[in-house]
């Protein structure tokens, strides 16, 4: 079966560094990615990798490892505005993206 | 641009009762999805349309029906309704179902079937 695991929650310090992994196991790899997710609003996106390596983007990075089946959403100097829920989700053979629960995250003053 | 849009922001359903989402994107994009979120689940798809004119079932077809008349219209229709289609819904649409086509949301229609 297809499976995306990331933790329920995280907690942070606004000002400091956080990063949200992302496992897989899915019937073929074409990408991965992040979403951020609003308490009641829509996913909105945040970054896409399909090859091994870093992606950065602001203050926000996300790195893959597709041998390992593992990916990282890494989130700098972080902001009140920050909390919020991320969302991994991987593009599978058919290309239909296959989406992890999400990881909520807390950032305390 | 108003991007996509969804119609109505919620709603509250008698169980057995039909029901029709609206979604709608200004954006020319040929895919659309409709997706089913629920509390400590991922976004789990209902359906979705790869163009206009064609249609395909996703992870949770069962109780829902969609249409792609045109390309900037996927409405999703429940005939029946029941409990376990409470949930917060979600249209999407991407350029293309190619590897960097990344999906765009609507807001979300909150339904409740009671």
């Known amino acids: 079966g297809q499976n995306i695991d990331q933790p329920t929650e995280m907690t942070a310090t606004e000002g400091a560094i956080v990063q949200i992994n992302c496992t897989y196991q899915t019937s073929g790899f074409n990408g991965l990615f992040w979403y951020q997710q609003h308490v009641g609003e829509a996913p909105t996106f945040l970054s896409y990798n399909v090859l091994d390596g870093l992606e950065e983007k602001g203050r926000f990075s996300s790195f893959l490892s597709r041998s390992k089946g593992y990916s990282y959403l890494l989130l700098k100097e972080l902001q009140m505005k920050d909390s919020a829920s991320y969302l991994c989700a991987v593009q599978d053979s058919n290309y239909q993206l296959i989406w992890g629960a999400g990881t909520k995250l807390i950032i305390k003053p | 641009t108003a991007g996509i849009t969804q119609a109505p922001t919620s709603q509250i359903l008698a169980a057995g009762r039909s029901m029709t989402l609206r979604c709608t994107q200004d954006?020319?994009?040929?895919?659309m999805y409709w997706y089913r979120q629920d509390l400590g689940l991922g976004l789990r798809l209902i359906h979705y349309?790869?163009?206009?004119?064609?249609?395909g079932k996703g992870e949770v077809p069962d109780g829902y029906s969609v249409s792609r008349a045109n390309t900037d219209d996927f409405p999703l229709t429940l005939a029946s309704a029941v409990p376990s289609q409470t949930s917060v819904y979600f249209c999407?649409?991407?350029?293309?179902?190619?590897?960097?086509?990344?999906?765009?949301f609507g807001p979300g229609t909150r339904l409740t079937v009671l």
């Open positions: 349309s790869n163009t206009a004119g064609t249609t």
């Open positions: 999407a649409s991407s350029a293309g179902t190619g590897d960097t086509d990344t999906q765009y």
């Open positions: 954006m020319r994009h040929n895919a």
